[in-house]
C-alpha cells in the first residue's frame, strides 16, 4: 500500500489548458500587446486634457491682452490732402430723357516718408490671471523722417483743385487701448498731437490724425513722433517709407524674429536683446504717392503668426500688404509648460513599451512570475505620471515639475515590484531602468536640433541591450512547456 501512495504522488499532475495558456510564453507577450494598445485609450485622454488646459491657457492670454493691449502694428506717418476733381454723372430728367450733369467730389493725396527711422524701447513682463500668465509689454516708440516734394504732374492732379490748408497726417496702430497719451509729433517749427481719426480714411487698423497746413504749398517737412505703447505677445513695424531704419531693443532673452525681414544685426543675451533693420521699399505694395485710394495699406490674415505668402486684394482692386511685409518681434515665454508636456506626452508609449519590455525580461531572467494584472497596474501609473506632469506643470516650473513627477512614479512602481517579487535587486534594477527612461525622455526635452538624431541613437542602442539579453534565455525550454 505504501509503495502505491508513493508511486500515486510521483505521477505528474495534470495541468489544465487554462493554466497551460497562462503560463505560455506567447500567449503573455499577446496579451502585453493588447494592453499596450488599450492603454492608447487613458494616454488618448491624458492628451486631451493637456489641450483642453492649453486651450484654457490661450483664452486667458486673449482676455488680458483685451484688457491690456494686444499684437500691436506701428504704420506712419502719411501725408493726406484733400483736393477737388470733377466728374460726369448720367441722370434723367422728368421724361425719362438720359442728361449728363457735371459734379464735383473730393478725395485724397497721400505721400509717405522718403526716410523714416524707428526706434522701440520695449520692456517685456509677465502679466499673471490665476493660474495662467501672459507676456506683456510697455514701450517707448520714437518715429523720425523727412518727406519730399509730392509730385502732382505725375498723379495728374490740377494743383487749383488741392486744399493745402485742410492736409492731415496719418499714424497707425493696431490697438489704441494701449495708449497711455496721445502720440505727439513735431513737424517743422510745430508741435502737435494726434487724435482719433475723424475722417472717413482708414489706412490702418487704428488711424490717428493730425491737422497739418500746408499753405506753403510744400510737403517737404522733417517729423519727430513720441508715444507710449503697451501692447501684448509682437511688436510689429509696418515699413511705409522709402528708405526704413528700424532698432529694437529691450529685456528679454527669448526674442522671436518673423516677418519678411530678418535683422541685419541682432545680439541676444540672458537679459536683453538689440536687432536692427534696414530696409528699402523694393517690396511695398502701394507707391510712394497715390491719389483716389483711401482704403486699408495692410491686413492682418492669420493673428500674426506668418505662414505661405499671401496676397490681399481689396474690393477695389488694390492689393494690400500682410504681416509678412512687417518687421516683426515676437515675445516668447521663457518654457510653455503646456507645450512642453504635449512633448513629452508623445513618447508615451514608446515609455510604456520599453517598460513592459524590461519587465518582461525581469521576469523571464529573475524566474519571477508577474501576473498580467499587475502589468495592467504598472500601465496605469505610468500614464498617471503624465497627469501628475500636467497638474504640477500649471504651478511650479517645468523642470521642476518633471522631477515631482517622475519621482513620485518611479517610488511606486518601484515599491509595487518590490512587493510583488520581495527582491531589493530587482526593485533596484527596475528603479534604474525607469531613472534611465525617464532621464532619456527629459533629455530629449532640452535639445531642439538634436532631438530627433539622440532619441533614435538612444532606441537602437536600447534595442540592441534588449536583443543581446534575449540571447542569454533558452527560450526553447518555454516551447517544451
Not at 450733369?101 to 513682463?125: C, G, H, N, R, W
Not at 502732382?152 to 487749383?160: F, I, M, N, S, T
Not at 518687421?327 to 508615451?348: D, H, P, S
Not at 526635452?445 to 536600447?462: A, E, H, K, N, Y
Request: proline share 3%.
Amino acid at each position: 500500500m505504501k509503495t502505491q501512495h508513493q508511486n500515486e504522488s510521483e505521477l505528474p499532475q495534470q495541468v489544465s489548458t487554462f493554466e497551460k495558456i497562462s503560463n505560455s510564453i506567447i500567449a503573455k507577450l499577446l496579451i502585453i500587446l493588447i494592453l499596450l494598445l488599450l492603454l492608447l485609450i487613458p494616454m488618448s485622454w491624458v492628451k486631451d486634457l493637456i489641450s483642453e488646459r492649453k486651450l484654457r491657457d490661450e483664452s486667458v492670454k486673449v482676455e488680458i491682452a483685451g484688457k491690456w493691449g494686444g499684437p500691436q502694428v506701428i504704420s506712419g506717418p502719411v501725408i493726406g490732402i484733400p483736393y477737388n476733381f470733377p466728374h460726369t454723372s448720367n441722370i434723367s430728367d422728368e421724361k425719362g430723357r438720359i442728361m449728363k450733369e457735371t459734379l464735383t467730389d473730393e478725395d485724397y493725396i497721400f505721400i509717405v516718408p522718403k526716410s523714416m527711422k524707428v526706434y522701440a524701447q520695449v520692456e517685456p513682463e509677465y502679466l499673471s490671471r490665476g493660474i495662467y500668465r501672459s507676456v506683456v509689454y510697455n514701450s517707448d516708440l520714437y518715429l523720425s523722417g523727412e518727406f519730399d516734394e509730392l509730385d502732382l504732374k505725375k498723379l495728374g492732379v490740377d494743383p487749383a483743385k488741392v486744399k493745402w490748408t485742410d492736409a492731415k497726417i496719418f499714424i497707425g496702430m493696431s490697438d489704441t487701448k494701449g495708449l497711455k497719451a496721445n502720440p505727439t509729433m513735431q513737424i517743422g517749427l510745430h508741435n502737435v498731437a494726434f487724435e482719433g481719426n475723424t475722417t472717413l480714411i482708414n489706412l490702418f487698423e487704428r488711424t490717428m490724425s493730425v491737422s497739418l497746413d500746408l499753405s506753403s504749398q510744400s510737403t517737404v517737412n522733417k517729423f519727430d513722433i513720441h508715444y507710449e505703447l503697451r501692447g501684448s505677445k509682437s511688436l510689429n513695424v509696418f515699413p511705409l517709407a522709402d528708405q526704413n531704419q528700424i532698432l529694437v531693443e529691450g529685456k528679454w532673452s527669448n526674442p522671436s524674429f518673423n516677418g519678411s525681414y530678418l535683422p541685419e544685426n541682432r545680439d541676444v543675451n540672458l537679459n536683453e536683446f538689440r536687432a536692427e533693420w534696414n530696409i528699402p521699399s523694393f517690396d511695398r505694395k502701394f507707391p510712394h504717392q497715390w491719389a483716389n485710394h483711401k482704403g486699408a495699406l495692410y491686413q492682418i490674415v492669420n493673428n500674426y503668426e506668418i505662414v505661405e505668402d499671401t496676397v490681399v486684394p481689396s474690393t477695389d482692386n488694390q492689393v494690400r500688404a500682410t504681416e509678412k511685409d512687417m518687421v516683426q518681434v515676437n515675445f516668447l515665454e521663457a518654457i510653455n509648460n503646456y507645450q512642453q508636456t504635449t512633448r513629452v506626452a508623445k513618447y508615451g508609449l514608446l515609455v510604456i513599451l520599453l517598460t513592459f519590455s524590461s519587465l518582461f525580461f525581469t521576469e523571464i531572467i529573475k524566474k519571477r512570475h508577474i501576473h498580467i494584472i499587475q502589468y495592467i497596474l504598472i500601465g496605469c501609473a505610468m500614464v498617471l505620471f503624465y497627469s501628475l506632469l500636467l497638474a504640477f506643470g500649471e504651478h511650479v516650473v517645468f523642470n521642476t515639475s518633471y522631477l515631482i513627477s517622475f519621482v513620485a512614479t518611479t517610488a511606486l512602481i518601484s515599491a509595487f515590484i518590490y512587493w510583488i517579487t520581495k527582491d531589493k535587486k530587482i526593485c533596484l534594477l527596475f528603479s534604474g531602468i525607469l531613472t534611465l527612461f525617464y532621464g532619456f525622455i527629459f533629455v530629449l526635452m532640452q535639445l531642439q536640433d538634436f532631438s530627433l538624431l539622440v532619441g533614435t541613437i538612444g532606441i537602437f542602442i536600447i534595442l540592441a541591450v534588449m536583443m543581446r539579453l534575449s540571447t542569454k534565455i533558452n527560450w526553447n525550454q518555454f516551447d517544451r512547456r
